[in-house]
């Protein structure tokens, strides 16, 4: 819920807890359900699989990092991800203040433009592709 990457790696089961339900129940308020959960900077603590089994999520990586967070033009964002794209990869992109909008829209737009271009596309995996 608080995306809290300095700590998260060593928090103990209740703060890994509380992260995950207050996170659920702030999209439970408007109606989301989701059924993965991708931990900040892919941290797994200790007690995560156990808290997010007892949930029904399961949880999600990615291997391509787009570096959203530090680029200022969507050219830069899909320059990063470009090549390592291929069939199966996991973009990490990120949403909120730490991405300008229009640097995120226009890379999403870019991204699938270039997916497009390689005769890939953007897919929601099915729960046994993650494993």
Known sequence: HTHPTATF???WPWRVQREVDTALAALERIGVRPRYFRSPVGI?????GWALQRRQLQYVGWNVRSGDCHSTTPEEVVARIAPNLQPGAIVLLHEGPSVPGPVRVRAISRLLDELDRRHLSAVIPEPHQLR
């Not at 797994?44 to 995560?48: E, H, I, R, V």
């Open 9 to 11: 790696w060593c928090a």
């Open 44 to 48: 797994k603590p200790f007690a995560l």
